[in-house]
């Protein structure tokens, strides 16, 4: 491939010519020369470099991750151990997220639950917070006497869904 400035190498990569004078100043793709008026000149290697940074990005790694790689490859050394240690970094931070995300997923359901039941019951109460998403002890429910009451432990789901109609 013949030596591109940086707008061919822009359109050639799916690349936008900002993204790449910023991976020029990370070293991440660097041009084989300048022009006498300054322009960037860029080889084959380039294009190569932007595919794979592509390819990276794709997967989640970071820039300085992506460079980290670069500067193991351009050392001349194989750098397949140094992204599998990233890629083992990555899958925990993502496994930990995901047990996160169950539990607030969880956590939305029984919010969700406690809702149904509220409506259900006709329990809200205007003028204030939506108890049904305090958890458990903080939740309080209007009493008969005008006052509030602890919301109590357990649910009705069970008694409102057998008394609501169509069920």
Request: aromatic residues 4%; proline residues 5%; contains cysteine.
């Amino acid at each position: 491939m013949p030596e591109m400035r940086i707008g061919q190498l822009a359109r050639a990569s799916g690349f936008g010519e900002q993204a790449l004078r910023y991976y020029d100043q990370l070293g991440l793709v660097r041009p084989v020369r300048r022009t006498a008026s300054g322009y960037r000149i860029y080889g084959a290697t380039a294009l190569e470099r932007l595919r794979f940074i592509r390819s990276a990005r794709d997967l989640g790694l970071s820039l300085n991750d992506i460079r980290s790689i670069l500067d193991v490859a351009d050392g001349g050394r194989a750098p397949c151990s140094h992204v599998r240690a990233l890629v083992e970094r990555d899958l925990l931070r993502i496994d930990g997220e995901v047990r996160r995300l169950r539990e607030v997923r969880r956590q939305l359901v029984d919010a969700k639950a406690r809702l149904d039941d509220a409506l259900a019951e006709g329990s809200s109460a205007a003028g204030e917070g939506c108890q049904c998403l305090l958890p458990a002890p903080e939740r309080r429910r209007p009493s008969s006497r005008g006052g509030e009451v602890p919301k109590r432990r357990g649910s009705s789901r069970g008694a409102a869904k057998a008394a609501a109609p169509g069920r």
